[in-house]
């Protein structure tokens, strides 16, 4: 079937010589759905607020404190004094 020249343009095609399944139809669809929902999530983001550049520099940085160590935070305000 592969390679297969389209003969009818937009003329209706008969039964016999119609080819594909309600599967092929699904993927085409969903991966046209997922598209449109990526650009919408982006453009979200850039309306509530978000910022590429400072969201890459948050995800890099290493946290000023942690939950699984407070003696750390302890030890620092102690050095202030």
Do not use: C, K, N, Y
């Not at 095609?13 to 969903?30: I, K, M, V, W, Y």
């Not at 997922?34 to 940085?61: E, P």
């Amino acid at each position: 079937m592969a390679g297969l020249v389209e003969l009818r343009s937009i003329d209706v095609a008969p039964d016999e010589e119609r080819h594909g399944t309600a599967f092929s139809q699904f993927t085409l669809r969903l991966g046209a759905d997922l598209q449109i929902t990526a650009v919408v999530t982006g453009a979200l983001t850039v309306v509530f607020g978000g910022d590429a550049v400072r969201s890459r520099h948050f995800a890099t940085r290493a946290p000023e404190r942690t939950a699984l160590a407070p003696d750390a935070d302890q030890e620092a305000v102690s050095r202030q004094r």
